[in-house]
């Protein structure tokens, strides 16, 4: 059974990082892109970043360019996010998947992360 | 503001057939064959309904078609039922390598 279980969400000041993790298990993890998406409260879904089942390429929404970083651990079936210079539009749930092709496939649960002050 | 259009409600009664649009441009649903479409209850994970336009995931129902005609595409539920009350949201690649979502359309079942 495919499992995705997202963690590191919490409250941050604005300003401030955070680092979400995604566990996954029950696939070849090595073999698949891997996705984060957001849903701030009250919106809709809105795709973050996602990367190439080797690590070699990842692909980000123009507003996260250069404060967030998509990455990976193969070794430890392990998706990361790292968030830096958070504002308060980035709070959301945050979701990891995964894609057999251009979609996705299966999802975490969601970790919140809320930005304030 | 998503570059891709969806109503933002449609309504049916059980039994019925709706359609929800997804609107975008050549450089999105028009131009490739990579639209996906998301069932999503409030507090729950999405669930994959329907993938490269008009492909069914293992286990959906087939009350559950895609189709897409230019720069449209469209998700269209046959014999609506109180389950399928959710919102749903189209998703395209687009030519930078990234995917956009549309804004979601609320289904209602009457």
């Known amino acids: 059974e495919v499992q995705l279980v997202e963690s590191g969400g919490g409250l941050v000041q604005p300003g401030g990082s955070l680092r979400l993790s995604c566990a996954a298990s029950?696939?070849?993890?090595?073999?698949?892109?891997m996705t984060w998406v957001r849903q701030a409260p009250g919106k809709g879904l809105e795709w973050v970043a996602n990367?190439?089942?080797?690590?070699?390429?990842?692909y980000n929404l123009d507003s996260v360019k250069g404060r967030f970083t998509i990455s990976r651990d193969n070794a430890k079936n392990l998706l990361f996010l790292q968030m830096n210079s958070l504002r308060a539009e980035d709070t959301a749930v945050y979701y990891c998947?995964?894609?057999?092709?251009?979609?996705?496939?299966?999802w975490g649960q969601g970790a919140l992360v809320t930005v304030s002050s | 503001q998503s570059a891709l259009t969806q109503p933002a409600s449609v309504s049916g009664s059980p039994g019925q057939s709706i359609t929800v649009s997804c609107t975008g441009t050549s450089s999105d649903v028009g131009g490739y064959n990579y639209v996906s479409w998301y069932q999503h209850h409030p507090g729950k994970a999405p669930k994959l309904m329907i993938y490269d336009v008009s492909y069914r995931p293992s286990g959906v129902s087939d009350r559950f078609s895609g189709s897409k005609s230019g720069n449209t595409a469209s998700l269209t539920i046959s014999g609506l039922q109180a389950e399928d009350e959710a919102d749903y949201y189209c998703?395209?690649?687009?030519?930078?390598?990234?995917?956009?979502f549309g804004p979601g359309t609320k289904v209602t079942v009457l």
């Open positions: 990367i190439k089942p080797d690590g070699s390429d990842n």
């Open positions: 998947g995964t894609s057999g092709g251009r979609d996705i496939d299966y």
């Open positions: 029950g696939f070849t993890f090595s073999t698949r892109w």
């Open positions: 998703c395209s690649y687009r030519s930078s390598g990234t995917y956009v």
